[in-house]
């Protein structure tokens, strides 16, 4: 199953400097469409996020015919990297990785399989990449760095 990432999770894990964790915990093609990669290079012009190459994440460029529909329909709900996501994982039978709630609820009313930043780091926890504690300190870092999580700690799930 191919994945499509938006800014929310990309970000939280460029904050801490660990990309490489989204390749580990989830074995797949990752990719985002032009409209993230525009929202995460504009933080980083803006000093929010440090300088990150996104070299193992698949940019697409355009959307298809189809897409592009459901991109403007999507986009009077969400903003436009999120739309751009969900009209891809509607389109191409994809699931979304998103911490946007807005976005997580759409994805749910359209069978859009959706998981996001804490659902990652319990998966690598449970396929013995991070310790509980190292996946723990990751969050805090997220968190300290802007991410609005539910939980302070992964054991709370």
Not at 1 to 8: A, P, S, V, Y
Not at 22 to 40: D, I, K, N, S
């Amino acid at each position: 199953m191919k994945l499509i990432l938006d800014n929310t999770v990309l970000s939280n894990f460029a904050s801490v400097g660990r990309l490489d964790l989204l390749q580990h915990a989830l074995g797949t093609e990752l990719a985002c469409p032009l409209q993230v990669a525009a929202e995460f290079e504009a933080g980083v012009r803006k000093g929010k996020l440090p300088i990150t190459q996104l070299d193992m994440i698949t940019v697409i460029e355009s959307l298809e015919q189809a897409e592009h529909t459901l991109f403007q329909e999507y986009c009077h709900r969400v903003n436009a990297g999120e739309a751009a996501c969900l009209a891809i994982a509607a389109h191409r039978h994809w699931s979304l990785l998103s911490d946007d709630r807005d976005a997580r609820k759409l994805a749910a009313q359209l069978s859009i399989p959706v998981s996001g930043t804490l659902g990652i780091l319990l998966r690598l926890v449970n396929i013995g990449i991070l310790t509980l504690e190292h996946a723990d300190s990751l969050l805090g870092e997220m968190i300290a760095k802007g991410f609005r999580s539910p939980v302070d700690r992964l054991d709370d799930l």
